[in-house]
């Protein structure tokens, strides 16, 4: 995204159940003028994050309306005494959140429209396409904005060939053992810390977040399902050669009632030499779908491993543990050397506690081999 | 489909590679009045096919072209002194063979047109859709028929709720060591002999060539991967308190490089209570990705049963082994012998044995308990 001062929708779900919200605000370019989030407006967003999650995003007003954060940025500059307001308008208005289903609430139809009425461009993930609602296309075209569905998979898409395995690159795959766990803020914290150590890393982002974070990727879980392993594919070979390590954005779980064929697609499209095991502190069912229970950790290193060996042999080398849950930071050491124990690998919380130990895995494990 | 008497294209693949042609001659309700293949024109079907697989398909013309079609069908009628030509007109061409990729091959296009021109419908169940490609619709409006896309999923799938389990029938899925292995053929005699014994027992068919022989169904392979596992629940629930015993067609295998999501998105959408694990004699590499080994039959055991039983407890049952490359009976016997060892279960290659002891099983470990 070319935008510079965003609105980010999220409505009834800041912060947790916003994390296309959260993983934008923390890695993304974009300055964010306004949260909007109707049941918790007047607050501020600082007011709602983890002192981890506080050192890495940045406060901002959650306002109940799109008008309202216009108001709101007004306030921010006259008080600021900046003049300029012409060089601060809020350019886009980002939707955050993404419920199950990828669909469009209708309550958020009015901050849209007015998103739009305000000369703003209007960015979404959602599987309903905004470009495909009758309303917004219009509207759009009368004031001259871009509506960007960054769900819409290019055309093109094809059947994997297996040849992932053939790039320069070493390949990383993150697996999960739900949704949410923290698969893309694990493949943006090891990039940047395997960058910090002199590594040619990149991400190879396959959801919305991470591709409205990083400007380009395939929303692999809107691909046709005969071409997964193929969206996957392309993207590793148009990536592989340009640099030493890629790590693959993983999605969902292989247990998952629900998402588990995207999970597979991306595993063997990737054909990675190594497994990072994404899991959040506490998860017990699979998040929307409570009486599915998680199997115990081993299973998991079973099933990825199993799974993978026939397409690439890759190990499960390291774990991501996403402890914003535990209150503080010995009990979330002791989650984390719990799962450790269960890895018989190094873990770490990357956002609590950096994901230096899972960098330092791979490249004992991956890239010195 | 509603149409009587057929002409397939299958052309230079005949009938090894012709799979979706095999299907619906063998199971399908429609004459075939002739087979184009311009590689064997002149010949006849029965020229090409192994005993046991000329006892359940019917013979027919092989011709060059669709033109060549129209001229066999009208010699047959007229040694057989029947008048009646307008009873027994071709009414559709359908494309029987599916390349890699679902392309659409430009060498098949003037025998498409020649059909449109003779007021023929047009079925395909490829990736590329008949109806976008702009000569072919502009060309069937004209001469009032119909392109007949069978990969085109309906509008409104979503994704999986994890409900399929809560059906009163028993589900069997069939899971294959590979792609083109046969399990749509396992699934259509499971079907049919569990019917001989009276059981009230339905397929649910995944792919193009299972969704014209029973005239429905949800093209999985071509569905958003985020929607794979809720289109199987989708017909699941629909058919699943109408019979006793639901057979789940399953497509591509578990370590595919392409195929996988589409594999395990039927697995977990179907929450199946039993597997049929299907196998083809003597394969030993991935079916167009010859660098990609068979890994062996227990551990397919292990990776079906492992990975299904987080959403669905289900044990490999019975196998399916498909033995049309053998040549004689006792060879294939002991093909049938060898996969019954490795799975500890009954075997059959239900075209050549039938499919009774699969049935049995079904029986034994499923509909009693």
Redesign the interface.
Known sequence: MDHQRIAILAHEKFPDRAKTALGVMRYGDQEVAAVLDRETAGTRVHDHLVESDAATIDDAPITASFAEALEAKAETEAGAGDGGADDHDIDALLVGIAP???GLDDSWRADIRAAIEAGCDVVAGL?YFLNEDEEFATLAAEHGVELIDVRDPHEGL?????RAGDVDADVICTVGTDCSVGKMTATMEIVAAARDRGIDAAAIPTGQTGILIEGWGNP???????F???AVEEMILEKGDEHDLLVVEGQGS????????????I???S?PDALVLCHAAGREA?HG?E?????PIP?YV??YE??S???ADADVIAGALNTKDVADDATARSAVDELAADLAAPVSDPVRFGAGPIVEAIEAEVLEE
């Not at 292989?254 to 697609?265: D, K, L, Q, R």
């Open positions: 199950i289903g990828g599987h094809g059947v994997a060939e297996g692999i879980d809107r691909v046709i399902s005969d997964t392993a193929g292989i247990v998952h009632p629900a998402y588990s064929a995207v999970t597979c697609g595993l063997h499209g054909m699979i779908y009486s599915f229970e998680l199997p299973e079973d099933l199993g799974l060996a026939p397409v």
